[in-house]
């Protein structure tokens, strides 16, 4: 069975830190993999697309990374905000999408 | 800017009605699929389709049917709603085919927090 793993389960840092999120899968046949930032109560929002044959993905703070023989994934975020604090979700894309548990970030002013 | 909309954010019914859950999205995907999300437990499929009037069972599908009728529609069918139905509700997606593989971006609703008393 596909299982995807994320760690931490929960963060709480300081604003102005830099900090890393951890994702593992156990079936490396993936075709892409996906972070989301999720806010409570809300929908899911897609923030970087990884293709299985890249090694990494940026958009502005964010940078995604990918190492799909090893099943890990990291998603690294840069000088933190009180407003990235959210549910952040990892998706492995086989034929559908199969999620881990999420992080819980928590970024204090 | 791509869309996924569902067609209710909060929804409450009664134990033993039959509730309709409606996606639509503007797209032209072919892929769409219906997840709940319960803390603890994450979000789990409950089913999906890879193109009109095709359907397959995720990991949950007992207690709930679909229906695609239509590409831009996915509706998600609680046949006799019971409490441990109670969940936020999620609809994503994504174009895709055995064919061409299925490499690109997933897209999320908002979600529809489904109560049932």
């Known amino acids: 069975k596909q299982e995807v793993t994320q760690i931490p389960a929960a963060l709480s840092v300081p604003e102005g830190e830099n900090l890393v999120l951890n994702c593992s899968f156990t079936d490396s046949a993936i075709y892409n993999l996906q972070w989301f930032r999720q806010d409570p109560g809300k929908g899911l929002t897609s923030l970087l697309l990884?293709?299985?044959?890249?090694r990494e993905q940026t958009s502005g703070r964010l940078n995604a990374s990918l190492d799909k023989s090893s099943g890990r994934s990291t998603l690294y975020i840069a000088a933190s905000q009180p407003g990235d604090s959210a549910t952040y979700l990892c998706?492995?894309?086989?034929?559908?999408?199969?999620f881990g548990k999420g992080t819980m970030l928590l970024v204090s002013p | 800017d791509v869309k996924v909309t569902q067609s209710s954010r909060y929804l409450v019914k009664r134990t033993g009605e039959k509730v309709f859950l409606e996606c639509v999205q503007d797209m032209d995907h072919e892929n769409m699929f219906w997840y709940r999300q319960d803390p603890g437990l994450g979000l789990r499929l409950i089913y999906f389709s890879y193109d009109v009037k095709m359907k397959e069972k995720g990991d949950i599908p007992e207690g709930y049917s679909v229906s695609r009728e239509k590409k831009e529609r996915f509706s998600l069918i609680l046949e006799s709603a019971s409490t441990n139905q109670t969940s936020m509700y999620l609809c994503a997606s994504a174009s895709g085919s055995r064919f061409r593989g299925f490499n690109t971006e997933a897209f999320f609703g908002q979600g529809t927090r489904l109560t049932v008393v």
């Open positions: 998706a492995v894309r086989y034929s559908t999408l199969t």
């Open positions: 990884i293709q299985s044959s890249q």
